[in-house]
């Protein structure tokens, strides 16, 4: 009904910076809440950042200051904008997304990519 696909991930060096980018196709009607969540190598997933529908931010102490979340509505595409990257930061990255899906009748269900590598190094 819905996918997510990432993009932008990579091999970056300590201190650098990089842009991810998640698009949302299908049955949409709208999408209220997304956000980008990370996993390390033997480590839980964990929030990264998220946004609201009308544009509101969170973000994980980690990351406050260096990350940036944004979203194109029309697009129906979420960015997480990463800079002063450190080696910790190096893990798969995931987004999701609370989607409307065009059905009858209509009903709301969360969604998440495939996940996009970032790996950044010392």
């Known amino acids: 009904q819905v996918q997510l696909v990432e993009s932008g991930g990579g091999l970056v060096q300590a201190g650098g910076s990089l842009r991810v980018s998640c698009a949302a196709s299908?049955?949409?009607?709208?999408?209220?809440?997304m956000g980008w969540h990370r996993q390390a190598p033997g480590k839980q997933r964990e929030l990264v950042a998220g946004?609201?529908?009308?544009?509101?931010?969170n973000y994980a102490d980690s990351v406050k200051g260096r990350f940036t979340i944004s979203r194109d509505n029309a697009k129906n595409t979420v960015y997480l904008q990463m800079d002063s990257l450190k080696p910790e930061d190096t893990a798969v990255y995931y987004c999701?997304?609370?989607?409307?899906?065009?059905?009858?009748?209509?009903?709301?269900?969360?969604?998440w990519g495939q996940g996009t590598q970032v790996t950044v190094s010392s």
């Open positions: 299908g049955r949409i009607i709208s999408i209220d809440a």
């Open positions: 946004i609201t529908g009308g544009g509101s931010t």
């Open positions: 999701n997304a609370e989607v409307k899906v065009r059905s009858w009748p209509p009903y709301r269900d969360d969604y």
